[in-house]
C-alpha cells in the first residue's frame, strides 16, 4: 500500500493533458534561466544574488531544479524520450515541484527577513516563483505513461560506473557546501534544495534505478564512497570547526552502525546502548596518560582498544544472557535500566561509595591525544600542502573503525549466521524447529555489538580528551535507536544518512536548539507515517511493512536475481 | 533390533492441563507411522516434544539409542531429525533458497548445494522460483516447500505436522505420494494426520489418539478395516 495525498481523477488528468505538459516544461525553463538574473535590491544577504548573469549559491541550486524539470520534461514527451523510458518522469515532475515550490517560497522568505520585506525581491526571485507555480500546476495535469522494465535499462558498463562517480561526486561537493555555510538560512535553504531534488528523483524511480547498478557494481561504489569519505577533510583547508563536527558525525556512526546489528540484524530492541560507548571510553581513559587515570598500567593503544571492547562485550553478555531468553518487551526494559545503572555506577565510583575508578561526576580530564608509533594525532601534519589538523587525523582513524564495522556488519549480513537472524525475526519457533540456536544468534549479536560500541569508545575518549557520566545519557541511546530507524534498519547507507542528519542538524541550526527534541519527533512520527522502513530500506524489511504490495515482491525477486547473476 | 524412534509413557503438560497423557509408541527404520486423531488430541503436542519445542512432564524419548528429553532443539534436529511443523510455518519474507537454506542451518558440509538441487528435482516450482519471496506461494507450494526445507537437514527420521492442511483433494495426492518417494528413497517418516484415510493407505504402522492417550494401534490395512476407525474417523456409519 502507498500512501498518497489526495490526487486528481484520471477524467480531470486526461481532459487537460495537452496543456500540462507545455506549463511544465515551460516553468522549468523559467526556472533554469531565473537562476541568470537578480533576485534582490540588497547585495548583502545569501552571497550576492543582486548581480546579472552571475549565479551563486541559491540561483545555482535552482537552476539545477529547473534543468531537471526540464530533462524530465524532455523525456516525457521530446527528443530525450529514448533516454529515460524506464523513468516516471510523471510522478517525478509532480514530486520536483512540491519540493522546487516549497525551495523557492523559503527563498523569498529568506530574502524578505533578512532584508526587510518581499519589496527587496528582484525581478530574478519573482519569475522563479511563477516558474515553480507554473511547474506545480502543469505537472499535476502530465499524465504517466507507460513504462520500459527497469532492470532491462543498461546502459554501459563504464557509463554505469560513471554515473556512480558522478553521484558521489555530487556527495562529497554538496556535503562540503553544506558545511561550509555558517549562515543559518544558506544551510536550510541548501537542505530544502536537496530534499527538493532527492524528491523528484526518488519518485520517478532514479533512485530505484541506482539501487540496480549500485548492486552490479558493489565493489565501485564502496570505493568511492570510501575515496569520497577520505577526501572529505582536503576540502577544509585546515580549519578544524567542520572536521570536529565530522568527526562526531563518524562516532557516532560508527557506534548506530553496530547498534544497527543489534537491532536492524538481530531485531532486539537495545535502549541502553550508549553505555557499551561508554564502557569503552572509561577503559580508554583510565588507561590512558591522564593524570587522573585510575589505572596504573598503560599499555599500548591497540591493546587498550581490545580491552574496552571486551570489556563492553562483557557487560553485554551479563545483561544478555538472562533477558534474551525471555520475549522482546523484557531486553528492552532490562537495557533501559542497564544504561542508567551504567551512569549511575560512573557517578559513585569515586572512592567514596565504592572502588577509585572513575572520579565520580568529575569524570577523567586530560587524556591527552592518542600516540601510535611516532605519529601524534594533537599534530597538525601537511600533505600536499594541505593542512590536516587534529581533528582530520581523529577523522581518519575513525574512517578506518567505520571500515572496520561495516565489513563485519556486511560479512554478517551475508552469512549464513544473518540468514538465521532473518528467520529468528521471521518465526522464531519456526527457526528453533529447523535447528537455529536461537539464544545463542541473539546473544551473538548482542555482545557483538557491544564489542564494536566499546571499540568506538575507547577512540572517542582521546577525541573529547575527557569522559564524564553526563555524557552517557538515555536520550543518547534514543538519538542512535532514531538514526537506524530514521535512516533505515538492516542498512549501511541509510543508518550513515540518519546519524549524518541527527547529528548535523543540531550543529548547524544552533538557534533550534530548544526545540530539537520536538522537531526530532515531529520527524519520527511523520516517518512512521510515511515510510515505515526508513530512508533508505533494505527490500526485506519494505516487505515487512508492505505485505500485500505484489509489485515489491516481485521487485524482491529482481533484486534477488541480480544477486545470483 | 532396536526401533528408530521409542517414546515411553510419554506425558506433557501446559501449565496444568495434560494435553498427552502417557502414551507409548516407537517408529522402525525404513518406516511410515502415522498418528491420526481428531483436533486436540495431542497429535501436535507429541512431535514439538520431540523435536525439542516442549519439554516433557514424565516418560522418555530414545532416538538411535540415545535419550534426547533434555536435549536442545537445535542439537536434535543435527541429530537427524527433523520437524515440518504444523501450518508450514515458512518464512514468508525470505526467499524460496533461502528458506531452503535455513533448512541446512544446522548443516556445515559442502553437500548443501547438491541436496538444494535435489529438493528443486523433487519439487521442479522450487527450482523456478528460487528467488521469490516464499509469503507469495499458494498454499500447496508452501507446503512443497516446508517438505524441501525439512528435507535439507538430511534427516534420518521426518516428522511431518498435517501436510495435507487446507490443500486441494489434488495437491494432497501429491504430497502423499512424495511421502511415498521420500520412504523409498530411505527416510523413516512420521507423519500426523487427521485426514486419516489417506495416511493410513500409506503407513505402515498407526496410531489413533483421543484425547491425549493411544486407543488403537495397528497396521495401516489393519486400521483402515477397523469398524471403530471407519466410524470415528472415515465418517463411515
Redesign the interface.
Known amino acids: 500500500m502507498r500512501y498518497a495525498l489526495p490526487t486528481l481523477s484520471d477524467e480531470t488528468r486526461a481532459k487537460h493533458a495537452a496543456k500540462g505538459w507545455p506549463l511544465a516544461l515551460l516553468g522549468s525553463a523559467l526556472l533554469l534561466v531565473s537562476g541568470l538574473l537578480s533576485w534582490s535590491y540588497d547585495d548583502r544577504i545569501l552571497g550576492d544574488i543582486s548581480i546579472r548573469f552571475w549565479p551563486v549559491g541559491v540561483q545555482i541550486m535552482a537552476m539545477v531544479l529547473g534543468a531537471l524539470g526540464v530533462a524530465f520534461a524532455l523525456m516525457d514527451r521530446g527528443p530525450l524520450r529514448r533516454v529515460g523510458n524506464w523513468l516516471d518522469v510523471a510522478l517525478g515532475l509532480r514530486a520536483l515541484s512540491t519540493g522546487v515550490l516549497v525551495f523557492v517560497a523559503l527563498v523569498l522568505a529568506a530574502i524578505a527577513t533578512e532584508a526587510g520585506g518581499l519589496v527587496n525581491v528582484n525581478e530574478g526571485g519573482w519569475i522563479a516563483l511563477v516558474g515553480a507555480l507554473l511547474m506545480f500546476v502543469g505537472s499535476r495535469f502530465v499524465p504517466q505513461r507507460e513504462l520500459g522494465q527497469m532492470h532491462s535499462a543498461r546502459i554501459p558498463g563504464w557509463a554505469e560506473i560513471l554515473v556512480i562517480a558522478l553521484s558521489m561526486a555530487a556527495v562529497l561537493f554538496l556535503a562540503a557546501y553544506l558545511l561550509n555555510q555558517d549562515d543559518a538560512w544558506l544551510f536550510v535553504l541548501g537542505l530544502a534544495f536537496i530534499i527538493a531534488l532527492s524528491m523528484g528523483l526518488a519518485r520517478s524511480g532514479f533512485f530505484t534505478w541506482f539501487g540496480h547498478v549500485a548492486q552490479r557494481h558493489k565493489h565501485v561504489l564502496t570505493l568511492a564512497a570510501f575515496a569520497v569519505a577520505f577526501l572529505f577533510p582536503f576540502t577544509q583547508n585546515g580549519s578544524d570547526a567542520n572536521m570536529s563536527i565530522a568527526t562526531q558525525v563518524l562516532i557516532f556512526a560508527a557506534t548506530a552502525i553496530g547498534l544497527n546489528i543489534v537491532v536492524g540484524l538481530a531485531g532486539l530492541l537495545d535502549l541502553g546502548y550508549i553505555a557499551f560507548l561508554g564502557s569503552g571510553a572509561y577503559i580508554g581513559a583510565m588507561m590512558s596518560n591522564s593524570a587522573f587515570a585510575t589505572i596504573g598500567w598503560k599499555p599500548p593503544f591497540l591493546v587498550t582498544m581490545l580491552i574496552g571492547a571486551i570489556v563492553a562485550s562483557i557487560f553485554g553478555l551479563i545483561i544478555g544472557s538472562p533477558t534474551l531468553r525471555v520475549s522482546g518487551d523484557y531486553l528492552a526494559i532490562v537495557t533501559l535500566a542497564f544504561g542508567e545503572i551504567f551512569r549511575l555506577a560512573m557517578f559513585n565510583l569515586d572512592g567514596n561509595n565504592g572502588p577509585k575508578l572513575t572520579n565520580g561526576p568529575n569524570g577523567i580530564p586530560g587524556i591527552p591525544d592518542l600516540q601510535i608509533g611516532s605519529f601524534n594525532f594533537g599534530d597538525t601534519h601537511n600533505v600536499f600542502g594541505i593542512p590536516l589538523g587534529r581533528f582530520s587525523n581523529y577523522y581518519f582513524i575513525l574512517l578506518l573503525l567505520i571500515g572496520f564495522i561495516i565489513l563485519v556488519f556486511t560479512r554478517l549480513n551475508n552469512s549464513r549466521i544473518g540468514r538465521g537472524w532473518v528467520a529468528i525475526r521471521e518465526d522464531e519457533r519456526a527457526a528453533e524447529a529447523m535447528g537455529v540456536n536461537v539464544f545463542g544468534l541473539k546473544l551473538l549479536a548482542f555482545a557483538g555489538g557491544a564489542f564494536l560500541a566499546g571499540l568506538a569508545g575507547t577512540i572517542k575518549a582521546h577525541q573529547d580528551s575527557a569522559v564524564s557520566p553526563d555524557q552517557y545519557l538515555f536520550l543518547e541511546s534514543a538519538f542512535l535507536l532514531a538514526a537506524v530507524v530514521l535512516g533505515g534498519m538492516g542498512t549501511i547507507a541509510g543508518v550513515l544518512i540518519g546519524a549524518t542528519i541527527l547529528k548535523l542538524m543540531p550543529e548547524k541550526l544552533r538557534f533550534f536548539s530548544e526545540y530539537r527534541l520536538l522537531l526530532f519527533g515531529l520527524l519520527l512520527v511523520l516517518m512512521m507515517r510515511f515510510r515505515p522502513e526508513g530512508l533508505v530500506a533494505s527490500r526485506r524489511r519494505q516487505l515487512e511493512f508492505h505485505d500485500e504490495d505484489e509489485s515489491l515482491a516481485e521487485e524482491v525477486e529482481d533484486w534477488h536475481l541480480e544477486d545470483v547473476r | 533390533m532396536s526401533p528408530m524412534l521409542e517414546v515411553r509413557d510419554l506425558e506433557v503438560a501446559y501449565g496444568k492441563i495434560t494435553a498427552v497423557k502417557g502414551i507409548s509408541f516407537s517408529v522402525d527404520e525404513g518406516q511410515v507411522v502415522t498418528l491420526i486423531g481428531t483436533n486436540g488430541a495431542g497429535k501436535t503436542t507429541t512431535l514439538r516434544t520431540i523435536?525439542g519445542?516442549l519439554r516433557p512432564a514424565a516418560g522418555s524419548i530414545t532416538f538411535q539409542g540415545k535419550r534426547i528429553d533434555e536435549v536442545?532443539?537445535?542439537d536434535?534436529?543435527?541429530l537427524g531429525l527433523a520437524?515440518s511443523?504444523e501450518g508450514r510455518?515458512?518464512?514468508?519474507?525470505?526467499?524460496v533458497?533461502?528458506n531452503l537454506?535455513?533448512?541446512a542451518?544446522?548443516r556445515n558440509d559442502k553437500e548443501i548445494r547438491t541436496d538444494l538441487q535435489a529438493a528443486y528435482d523433487l519439487f521442479p516450482i522450487l527450482g523456478e522460483r528460487s528467488?521469490?519471496?516464499a509469503?507469495?506461494f499458494s498454499g500447496g507450494e508452501q507446503q512443497m516447500l516446508a517438505m524441501g526445507?525439512a528435507m535439507m537437514?538430511r534427516p534420518k527420521l521426518l516428522m511431518l505436522d498435517e501436510p495435507s492442511m487446507g490443500l486441494s483433494p489434488l495437491m494432497m495426492k501429491r504430497i502423499m505420494s512424495t511421502v511415498d518417494t521420500l520412504r523409498s528413497q530411505g527416510t523413516t517418516i512420521l507423519l500426523v494426520e487427521q485426514n486419516a484415510q489417506a495416511a493410513l493407505k500409506l503407513a505402515d504402522k498407526g496410531y489413533v489418539l483421543e484425547v491425549g492417550k493411544i486407543v488403537l494401534e495397528g497396521t495401516g490395512k489393519e486400521l483402515l478395516t477397523s469398524d471403530d476407525v471407519r466410524k470415528a474417523y472415515l465418517g463411515e456409519d
Open positions: 523435536s519445542l536442545p532443539a537445535h536434535i534436529v543435527t520437524h511443523p510455518r515458512i518464512f514468508p519474507r525470505m526467499t533458497e533461502e537454506l535455513l533448512g542451518f544446522a528467488q521469490q519471496p509469503g507469495t526445507r537437514s
